[in-house]
Nanobody, 119 residues
Framework: VQLLESGGGLVQAGGSLRLSCAAS????????MSWYRQAPGKEREFVAT????????NYADSVKGRFTISRDAARNTMYLQMNSLKPEDTAVYYC?????????????WGQGTQVTVSS
């Protein structure tokens, strides 16, 4: 199982970035996919999630209206389009894949990609 994030970097406030999470080693279309982030000295926090079929999405209040989560089943890839970035969006962004079948849970994490927003 592998989740490989990419697309992070340094951007000025007000700019945009698109993160990607390439998945392999599991049935991508069966998993809820999510983005989390962790800023220095803070706990990891939820950013956005998308259902296994892509029909439903949910966002943290702090990113609603600025970030868009999506997934491409043909490419086994999830995306996070981040617009109107703010310095407080600076964090390491992690990709997560989750599935629960009856009592069995599968929960996978990527290694993270750094996003730095300068003021």
């Amino acid at each position: 199982v592998q989740l490989l994030e990419s697309g992070g970097g340094l951007v000025q406030a007000g700019g945009s970035l698109r993160l990607s999470c390439a998945a392999s080693g599991f049935t991508f279309s069966s998993y809820i996919m999510s983005w989390y982030r962790q800023a220095p000295g803070k706990e990891r926090e939820f950013v956005a999630t998308i259902s296994s079929n892509g029909a439903e999405t949910n966002y943290a209040d702090s990113v609603k209206g600025r970030f868009t989560i999506s997934r491409d089943a043909a490419r086994n890839t999830m995306y996070l389009q981040m617009n109107s970035l703010k310095p407080e969006d600076t964090a390491v962004y992690y990709c997560n894949a989750y599935r629960q079948l009856l009592l069995r849970k599968n929960d996978y994490w990527g290694q993270g990609t750094q996003v730095t927003v300068s003021s």
